[in-house]
DNA sequence: TTGAAAGCGCTAACAA
DNA sequence: TTGTTAGCGCTTTCAA
């Protein structure tokens, strides 16, 4: 008689599973999960070896899924940006990304447009997946939690200085980093300095701007003229034209974001003139677009990879858990052509 | 007696589950299914409402995990690119987002960093978190994805213009595209054309410059001086240095993707040359940053959004399970006055 | 050191 | 139209 007293010669049918390997292995399926997982339990070595060769002869791939219902956690981690395409917001995903994939977390990335109502359908969405916590950075300072709250998810918010109430966010300090700028274009000898504001779709007060107003107060100069418009190169190019078209013209300006200055500069050039001859120019952001401009931008750089860091180790690192705080990043300016200096 | 005989009276603790609507509707948890996925069965308009109604009091959200165990699909796809604060990757990054987003799948960010090692890496994680398709933008034009067949995952390679065997891929024609652009600059009487030519880990082929050769040829003109470097504005300003240092000084010069040109533009602009007056130059990708450098940059459109499109579709849409295919999409010249157009 | 088995929450085939 | 129920693949307690 040549009949198989087996059936584990070819590979089963659909995706092994672990079962299959504890079969192959002549083991529990018990053990095996102990040996994927390195524990609980220990496993003796001559076993172990056993399961590892199931494993890959039979090509087994852990079920993600299932570990994650039974665990109830996904290893999973949401960020929700407004635009991936805006530099300072890609490289934060991208920082993000790295920050968790180092703790073995993936990184579902969701763009809010700048939409309120998209920004909530994304919180929702991320909560139904059972992330296992999510990185805001919102259009609104106080944004609609409840679905996250109600699911238990931890969420952390990006980017704003202000303390919101009960929650945990990290951020630079924005108006010391734009005291700094402006502090930076009074040494330069500047005294009629403007201000091109971004404005969010909640139209809310943003530090930047008191720190343009503080830096002038402190120097004793008078209020330059201000230009609000969207924190994007479309909105920097309608703002450098109105400054440029302004009564009381200015010779110095201080940008809320780096696209913002991007498209000021679009506007200076296509006006024929020339920055920092004709106007200084200082930015807020430090993205690496800023370094590649023409001339090369002055700015307010946010560390956003220790940003990143910070926020996902609040999430799911040694911070989770720990009480609502916020974290306040210092803000470093890097000095370029585009203010005057050499 | 006052005894409960429910005690559905708080919502129960921890998570709620489809039991506790359920109980609370006072149907089975069956109908719970049908009405949360409208289907396959029919539910009475009335015990709809019930049921909604205790969706709403209990404040039940469907749990992804248990349904993509369940389903064998998390309702999920990948997408690998080399770098997401690359303008190019993270508008096409926005774009697989929305088109997944519109077909109900979440977007799993990866970045490889050019590095092989990561890319393999990123591959295996979403191949083991069930993710039902995967959009890879590979350094490689032959990516290993011996783990997404294993896992039965289909794939599409992004960006690759010659027909990887046996793979769904979508890009654009790179050859015509450089063609047209070197064309246009033939066309503003230009003799000497150089080639600021990309270089990916793998070193391998790439159209464009057989593009440039061809345009080059056609017009009975001798090859032009190449600068080989990253695909980056690091990459390009070493480039541009270099072609300005080359004994056979180019009048106009093609760059394989707006970084690079963005770089030139920095290398002219340090040695004091103008562009498009001292040299001309188009590049190729039509990213956003492309239309704010200064000057413009006349540039090769690729149609990031309707490519992201076709490889989703090909994925998890319509295009699902058909057999592989290569989609191309034409390119478009975006005249702006880095050329020398006025 | 290993194994048996319960059960995570959901879907859908089948029964009523 | 609604209900019952068998798993999906995994982890881990409890028992051996």
């Known amino acids: 008689m040549y009949s198989m007293t087996t059936s584990a010669v070819h590979p089963p049918r659909g995706p092994v599973t672990r079962k299959d390997v504890a079969r192959y292995a002549g083991v529990s399926t018990a053990v095996v999960s102990y040996v994927v997982n390195g524990g609980p339990k220990r496993v003796a070595p001559a076993t172990e070896a056993k399961v590892q060769d199931a494993i890959r002869v039979l090509g087994y791939r852990p079920n993600a899924a299932a570990r994650a219902l039974k665990l109830g956690s996904s290893e999973t981690i949401g960020l929700i940006i407004p635009d991936n395409s805006n530099p300072f917001f890609s490289q934060l995903a991208h920082a993000v990304e790295d920050a968790a994939a180092e703790l073995g977390f993936a990184l579902f990335l969701t763009n809010s447009d700048g939409d309120l109502a998209k920004e909530r359908r994304h919180i929702r969405n991320l909560a139904a997946r059972q992330v296992d916590g999510v990185v805001l950075a919102s259009v609104l300072s ?3 939690l409840a679905d996250l709250e109600a699911a238990e998810i931890p969420s ?5 200085s202000e303390r919101p109430a009960g929650l945990t966010s990290v951020g630079v300090d924005l108006a010391a980093g734009a005291r700094t700028a402006v502090e930076h ?8 300095i403007g201000l091109a504001m971004g404005t969010t779709t909640a ?12 830096a002038l107060e402190g120097a004793g100069l008078q209020e330059g003229p201000i230009a609000r418009s969207a924190f994007t190169r479309e909105g920097g190019y309608a703002a450098g034209k109105r400054l440029l078209a302004s009564g009381h013209r200015p010779t110095a300006i201080f940008a809320s974001s780096d696209m913002q200055a991007v498209g000021i500069l679009r506007a ?4 024929g003139f020339s920055v920092p001859e004709d106007f200084a120019l200082v930015a807020f952001d430090g993205s690496v677009e800023a370094e590649y401009s023409w001339p ?4 307010v750089e946010q560390p956003v990879r220790a940003m990143a860091d910070a926020a996902v180790r609040a999430l799911v690192g040694e911070g989770r858990g720990e009480p609502p705080r916020h974290h306040v990043f210092p803000t470093r300016l890097v000095v370029r052509q585009s203010c005057g200096c050499p």
């Open 203 to 214: 139209n809310e007060a943003d530090d930047r701007e008191q720190g343009w107003l503080q």
């Open 142 to 144: 106080e944004p609609d």
């Open 296 to 299: 090369p931008l002055t700015t």
């Open 156 to 160: 952390v918010l990006l980017s704003h």
């Open 185 to 192: 274009l009074v040494g330069h000898g500047h005294l009629n």
């Open 268 to 271: 200076f050039h296509e006006a």
